[in-house]
């Protein structure tokens, strides 16, 4: 019985050690659900299954050592288990430590965005470096702390193990492996037990409170891999010409085309003999909250309030998801959030997608993509390209710029270059379609010192003062180019990517989705549009604007089009929310859909709508069958 309790060591030490940060967890957030109506104490019996999982596969290896192995290599196992213990309790610590910045920046445990932003090392050091000093410098202390004591204190000595004659041993070994195998398995039911049963409750939080860190970062991995392929397992089963008929008569579009089964004619409300340019301000990270028109704060973006009066102003949009290419997506090829990775990294979509760049080039229009960063990052250099884009302006074209920071020049310089080159192309009689995407709004928020008057009671570089010189910069564009002649032959979209953070207790924090969106250019009447529009329904509305019938498949309709519906789908990491006027639906992976009323910014449970739920799900499974398909074009 030693090889068990060497096991049972094990998994005590390291269960224990999840418990602690759990229990953490538990405490620094009570606040944010100690008033609900949920079973919170529960977090730490699903939390243990959740830890029970990731450490029976940890256990696979010693068993294979402790039962298999001949007692003459007894000295390498104990070697190799030193260090296999050091090394993955070490990794369990790490991603413990990682949880409480990682919650604190996106109001989740550590998820795909965890592996992903690796790729992009010079970014990320200097968001972490600069936001999280305090946190860095307290988890390697720690950490560094665990590996010296471990290597001076921790003893191993599997000589007893090794004492019990290999038959025995080996003897042990099925009954054991039977036990790791129902603890990975972790249920006793038709299926083995997922990220899905940490999701017990209808408070995010405690949802996110039960979860295991690193199985929800190898989970999300696993997930996104998978959710290529098919979102069915996942999420429910729906033939595809039923799902797409259900989305075409909730998005109200009539086409027949098959191999575009959204594409349709839009003609436009506002024919012109010369169609203006399109311009499109994708602004990062700029939630409603900070926009006194909407109802956010006041003092933060002087210049957008004083423009909402001179265009059309969405006040009730909702973005597509919580990530930038989610918003590019929405915002510059008019479709809602695909399951797992977006459109930007996805190999059918790098080219012979639809996007705005397609559709206006058999007109003329020079199109390009403006970026003051690495336009490689989240591949955004290479979908542009491949789907049509004309030119890539980013970092390294900026020779001639005032201010750099550690996502690239700032968004002065970015609209300095804009302006010429929109100079330029007017001058030669050449019609352009551009699409800006601002940085400075970004974590550690770098931007040029002197240019606006810093708010008070928050720290220089903080997400306040960023949004501030992003809306200066907003202004400053504006202003150069009413000062030219391309002014009145252009429409301008001022539109948010997302918000800066997604949080909030709710399953899916709709509230937070909500953005700014403005129209405004030469012979564009200001109005208030107040009713439910997403991203795609501002790219159709803009491309109403500039006078050119079209056809697309654009997933909304333009404001001035009896078509309009008001709804809106959002991605939530793996949940989806379609909202109709004030309904909500939310779907999860292998969870029971369910089904809210919006109210005062916030989800009420209500009784199931069934229709709504099948509605949602419907265009989960329609936007991986268009992509896999190639039916998006």
Known sequence: MRITEQLVKYFLSVTGLFFVGRLSLFVLYFDRFQDSDVNYWLAFFYGLRMDTIVVSIL???????????????????????????LITISAMLFMELSTFPFLKQYDVRPNYLFVEYLKYPKEVFGMITSGFKVEIAVSFSILFLFIHLFLKYAKFNFSKVFETGYTKRALLFIPLALVLFIGVRSSFGHRPANISDAMYSSNRIVNEITKN????????????????????????????A?????????????SDNKQSPLSREAKTHFKAERPKNLVIFLQESLGAQFVETLGGEKGITPNLNRL?????????????????IRGIAGSVAGNFSIPGKGVLKRNKAQTDYFTLSSLLEPFGYQTMFLYGGESRFDNMRGWFLGNGFDRIIDEPEFTDYAFKGTWGVSDGDLVNMANKEFINLHKKNQPFAAVMFSSSNHSPFDFPEGKI????????????????????AIGDFIEK?????????TVFVIVADHNVRVYGDDMVPVNMFHIPALILGGGIEPVTYSGLATQPDVLATALDLIGLDLTYPIMGHSIFSDKKQELSLMQFNDSYALRVKDKVAVIRPKKEPLTFIYKNEHLEATGHDVELEKNTLAFVLSLTHLYSEKLYR
């Open 59 to 85: 256990l696979v290896i010693p068993l294979i050592l402790f039962t298999l192995m001949p007692q003459k290599v007894e000295k390498r196992v104990t070697y190799f288990l030193k260090f296999y213990y």
């Open 213 to 240: 860190s690193l199985y929800s970062v190898c989970y999300a991995v696993y997930a996104n891999k998978k959710y290529k392929i098919d979102a069915s397992g996942e999420y429910g089963k729906m033939e595809p």
């Open 242 to 254: 039923e799902a797409l008929q259900r989305v075409k008569k909730c998005l109200n579009i009539q």
């Open 308 to 324: 909402t009066r001179e265009g059309i102003l969405f006040d009730n949009v909702f973005s597509n998801g919580t990530r930038s």
């Open 453 to 472: 008057d810093l708010i008070e009671g928050v720290p220089e570089k903080s997400v306040k003062n960023a949004v501030k010189y992003a809306d200066f």
């Open 481 to 489: 180019a009413k000062k030219e002649s391309y002014y009145k032959d």
